[in-house]
């Protein structure tokens, strides 16, 4: 029944089909609705007709007919439209088991077989397009219009209308109708539409906002970033349509074979015919075969697999990642904003001899501004407190993974890993050894002046609250195992390891050599990389899967990983396995119940066991069986946003 399955294309929800609310689909569910009615309650009078006035054989016989007619033209109309663009599908058979019975002229058991097929298209039009219902309720979380401030005061504008760069106010208990920075006030934010999390986030001037969060406690004016489709609910949208595009393998295989399967069931039907001589056991063949239960078996449990992860703050991308994630039995795990917070502090200078540490903090703070790295943004909150302010830079440059190098009054100044600085041949002479820097196991980066080092400064970060449970729930879930990989130096990434109780780790990595750990573990099992999305997209890409953290308002963190966690919350990852394992399994059960409805029914219906109306019943009842199995995942992770 695929023309009921597939309300509307991609394009022509993109282009604003209005497929659930008031569109065409909506419309044509409506119609199917109100023809279902009706016609169920002609075929319903015809019976109450035969058995409470008998003399009105001719009434009963008419209304009989008519909802028959009434019933059958959907199914039908669907049929011949499948024909004409020559395609066969579920259709043809569903319409072939209605002209069977109605050539017997028994038009009430036709009218019931369509009654209870209509009911199935129903449905299955109502849970196909669960997708389309999500991007509805995402559309719905953006206002129409939106205060912007100018030279004349406040003035209501559409929100399409702005554009980056404006001003505008939002109220306590509006959303947030574009990306954007709070210039003015402060508010609690209900982000749970974008992150998952419950629990509002207090927001102040200078902190972001987003598109569909709701502004609760206080009046902000926000600086307009990011406008329609590049706002975070924008990339949210599309990532819904792309598991909407993409089909899981198993769905793959089924469509594979879909084209051997009518002429099958058509050649069974014949022999039915040939042996038994039996119509109604003919017309019971064509009613169970038609595998709306199998059809249904994936695509349900897909839509309720994507709608928990959505409300987890878990993106998918591609739908086939969710059996993937089910098969992970490895991860490795970025250390720098992932494992650990991400927010580095200074945590000491320690300038060569006859270098003042004023300079030293002079040099870094100037050459780490044409950097957004978390050592970088740790410079620069020191700079602000000391009173420093950055020296112009002239012909700057970041190596990603070790460092940056700039040049200030003529001079050469480099900052970054010691092994680069060496690389570079920078004397390290006037530096004497500090045996503290292991044993206090500090982020370290040395800066340097025309080739001579000016000093080292250290730095340091916080594990995550929630990352040795992740680990643990990881480890007891039976993942093989948990890994780390860092451009650190040893003795942090040491010291990190021990606390979550990582066994296998590798420190000083650049961006390549992170990529080559994963692709050796990738060779022995199906492994897992996750990372904050901004550095280390490369393993990212290299993973079986690729999971980026914090992906909030990221484009690099969307477009390189497989999978975007839109918090920083460790915990969801192995929420994740958990729902794509559970979701593989209900995906299993529904398989192995679709055939057993379908071959079952066909099997009694050749014996003869089976009325056309008791396999109509028994085909609406497969798919609220699959429909009610599948709908089980949804509540999946329902705990974890609670207790939050």
């Known amino acids: 029944m695929e023309e009921a399955v597939k309300e509307c294309s991609i394009k022509e929800h993109e282009e604003g089909c209005g497929c659930i609310s008031d569109g065409p689909a909506h419309s044509r569910s409506m119609v199917r609705i109100r023809t279902a009615i009706i016609g169920g309650f002609l075929i319903l009078n015809s019976y109450l007709l035969r058995l409470l006035f008998p003399n009105q054989g001719f009434a009963s016989d008419l209304s009989g007919m008519v909802g028959a007619i009434v019933l059958a033209f ?259 795990f970025d250390k720098t904003g992932t494992l650990t917070e ?51 830079l002239k012909k700057a440059k970041e190596i990603h993974g070790k460092g940056v190098e700039a040049e200030i009054d003529g001079k050469n100044y480099r900052v970054g890993r010691e092994a680069w ?66 451009g650190d130096r040893e003795s942090v990434a040491a010291m990190v390891a021990e606390k979550l109780e990582i066994k296998e780790y590798q420190s000083e990595c650049l961006p390549d050599g992170k990529v080559a750990y994963v692709e050796a573990i990738k060779k022995n099992m199906p492994v897992a990389f996750v990372g904050d999305g901004v550095n280390d997209a490369p393993a990212l890409a290299s993973g079986t899967l690729g999971i980026a953290m914090g992906a909030i308002g990221s484009d690099i963190a969307i477009n390189s990983a497989s999978i975007a966690l839109m918090n920083n919350d460790l915990k969801r990852v192995p929420m994740l396995i958990h729902l794509a394992r559970k979701s593989r399994a209900i995906v299993f059960q529904n398989v192995l119940m679709g055939f057993l409805f379908v071959f079952g029914g066909i099997t009694l219906s050749v014996l003869g066991q089976l009325p056309p109306i008791a396999a109509a019943i028994l085909h609406t009842l497969s798919t609220i069986v699959i429909i009610f199995n599948s709908a089980r995942l949804v509540r999946t992770g329902e705990e974890m946003t609670i207790s939050e």
């Open 342 to 392: 991400g927010a580095l502090s200074v945590a000491r200078l320690a300038p060569a001899k006859g270098v003042e540490p004023a300079k030293l903090l002079q040099a870094a703070v100037s050459v780490e501004s044409a950097s957004n790295h978390p050592v970088a943004i740790a410079l620069k909150v020191l700079a602000d407190e000391t009173g420093i302010t950055p020296q112009v």
């Open 74 to 332: 959907p199914i039908l109309s669907a049929a011949c439209k499948d024909l004409m663009v020559g395609h066969v599908h579920m259709n043809e058979l569903v319409a072939l088991s209605i002209l069977s019975s109605m050539s017997t002229g028994d038009f009430r058991t036709a009218g019931i077989i369509g009654f209870f097929l209509l009911v199935t298209i129903i449905i299955e039009s109502r849970t196909a397009s669960g997708a389309q219902r999500s991007i509805e309720g995402l559309i719905k979380l953006t206002p129409h219009t939106a205060s912007r401030i100018g030279d004349n005061g406040e003035t209501s504008v559409e929100a399409l209308d702005l554009e980056v760069g404006n001003l505008i106010r939002i109220r306590p208990g509006e959303n947030f109708p574009v990306d954007g920075v709070i210039v003015k006030g402060e508010s609690a934010v209900n982000q749970a539409s974008i992150t998952g999390e419950s629990l509002p986030i207090d927001k102040y001037k200078s902190d972001d906002v987003y598109a569909g969060t709701q502004n609760l406690t206080g009046v902000v004016d926000v600086k307009v970033v990011k406008v329609g489709e590049d706002t975070t609910l924008g990339k949210v949208k599309e990532l819904i349509l792309a598991a909407e595009r993409s089909q899981t393998p198993i769905v793959r295989v089924i469509d594979k074979y879909a084209g051997f399967y009518t002429p099958t069931i058509l050649m069974i039907a014949g022999l039915t015919w040939w042996f038994s001589k039996d119509m109604d056991s003919v017309v019971a063949v064509l009613i169970a075969s038609c595998p709306c239960a199998l059809i249904l078996a994936s695509p349900t449990a897909i839509v309720a697999t994507v709608a928990a992860a959505s409300r987890l703050g878990i993106l998918i991308k591609n739908v086939a990642d969710i059996e993937i994630a089910a098969q992970i039995r490895a991860f490795v």
């Open 421 to 486: 600085l060496k690389h570079l041949k920078v004397d390290f002479s006037g530096l004497e050894k500090d045996a503290t820097i292991d044993d206090e196991g500090m982020s370290v980066i040395f800066v340097a002046s025309e080739g001579k080092v000016l000093g080292w400064i250290g730095f340091r970060d916080t594990i995550r609250a929630n990352a040795s449970s992740a680990i643990k729930l990881l480890k007891d879930a039976g993942i093989q195992q948990c890994a780390m990989v860092t």
